[in-house]
């Protein structure tokens, strides 16, 4: 028995140890987050097809404007829920540059499923010079990028207030309550009715700022679905093979005092 | 018996064959079948079979990820990403590897207290935990290594700080760290050689760990409690009945390092390593993997740089000369009750090391960290040397078997003769 609890006790230092070293934050006074439901959390969760494809219409129109997703591809939109068809149709909206050609020329032609989401900008520097000097990131694993990402992204999207009295705010920034420091240069870019959705639900700043971050969060983990289903099979298997293994083991031991 | 050749007694013509001129069926079954094994193993003797099933996997898994990454500053972070995302199962190969690594050292933790708590390092094991020590510092590096090649923000600068540590050596310490780097600064060249050595170094582990077991073998396993096997009442072969009870821990371990790969992935890691390297952007909070923060505390602690380099450096050291500082004869701790408390107070020293070395490096957290590795000191180096000449430890059992058998008499008619035919 002794040797249980000194097995029990080991394995909660270890524990204590982990959770101790959950990763130290930002100085300054602690921000809470917002606890938001999304559905893709927990055990069984899966990303909303319809919230996914609402984000997307987000990202295309209004933060495609200034953030890359160089991670993603158009073919990666088949797993939204949208058809070929509509990807295709998506993706030849965009001019994409290709080349050289026979005459050693750069071309430009509509983008297929193979190419990766167009880039806003060539390159950081012409990013900064269009945007006050500010760079905005990629978003590809932005909601992996951050603590409670995906509840991150949703606080930010709808945290941005009048500054507080006093509050010594820098030229060209924005106060935001849920960005460390407060100071933004992002500006707000959700107002009510921003986008309008194909399927008419109504573009509130939260419902926009929820379908975006389950769609960043989709493009940060798009395996989170098949990973979550393999686990939960892959760990049922190894309990019951636990229940034999241990079973095979005291037969074993039957005959032995100990 | 031709001369020359092994007399082997397998019956199996063709493994017949082999074994008499390369016993190594003859060598499987005395080591891993018949070997005695001491009875009263408690379930802290899995877990250097979980670790060396661990290093299998970390093998296993690293070298299909090598396939498919690529040691550039420009492309590593994407390498990465497509792994996750376009290459088959990258993504469970990746969390395998990722997660691979913390339970690898929560193992071998485990491991390390189960040594120190029963005297595993006292004579005649000597040489067995030394190679051990050696272990666990191949292990640190190679993990370094290897975070750094994802190239993310805490790659990058826990690069930079680790790789600046030895900048603290007086006159040499600057070319050490150039020599290191491949340059001036973190970069291209010492991307390419981590990735080579990370490589590398899992090999030199096996290798290590192969000199680990066969230093084992001769002298064989300690035991709950601390005293030698006096005759085969006291032993059982390794085979079935350690085969048997290290399979349970390592399914009870798998549901554990499935949990972690499947749910919560990232829970070990930090949010910064998803954001790309960038040379010019400093991370609020340099912080390294969970598992050197205790050391990473160490170093903290003192507020003069070579110092807290050396002390840190000492903090592993005075590993290796344990075996000599402890100078009671006793092995287990269940026979010294002092000495007992002495070590659960330096697990909490450890644990809040662990605690301290996530904190920004101020006030309290340093007069924390600071008392925490005075005490992680003078353990070694004041109480076990004092403790083994002032503390009366309980009186030990005359045998293993004596505790469980009344009067120590015999086995049981079929305990000792069942495992052959099962074997």
Redesign the interface.
Known sequence: MSSFRNLVGALMLGAATILGAAPAQAAGPAITLPDTRFSFEGFFGVYDRGSLQRGFQVYKEVCSACHAMRQLSYRNLLEIGLTEAQVRAIAATFQVVDGPNDQGEMFERPARLSDRFRRPFANEQAARAANNGAYPPDLSVMVKARLNGADYMHALLTGYRDPPAGFQLMDGMNYNAYFPGHQIAMPNVLNPGQVEYADRTEATVDQMARDVTTFMAWAAEPEAEKRRAMGIRIILFLIILGGLTYAVKRKVWADVKH | MAIGLHDSTISNPVIRWVDQRLPIFTMMQKEYGTFPTP??F???WNFGALAMVTLMIMIATGIFLAMNYTPHTSYAF?SV?RI??DVNYG??IR?VHMNGA?MFF?VV??HI??GL?YGSYKAPRELLWILGVVIFLLMMATAFMGYVLPWGQMSFWGATVITNLFSAFPIVGEHIVTWLWGGFSVDNPTLNRFFSLHYLMPFVIAGVVFLHVAALHITGSNN?LGIDPKGPQDT?PFH??YT??D??GL??Y??VF??L???T??M?G???N??PANPLVTP??I?PE?YF??FYAVLRAVPDKLGGVLLMFGSIAVLFILPWLDTSPVRSM?FRPIAKWALFLW??A??VL??A????AEQPYVLISQIATAYYFAYFLIILPLLGRLERPLALPESIALP??RGGGPL?A??MA?PME?A
């Open positions: 009875r009263n408690n379930y802290f994407d990403e996750m995302r993504w469970l969390y913390s929560i933790y485990i207290w189960r708590y709950p059982l079935p009945y048997a009870k399979s349970v399914v009870v798998f549901i499935a949990f790969v499947f749910f992935p990232n070990l930090h949010p910064d998803y954001i609020a909070h912080v969970w923060l205790p269940r697990g909490i450890f644990v662990g605690w070395g996530g904190k920004p469980v058998l049981p079929g305990a069942k099962k």
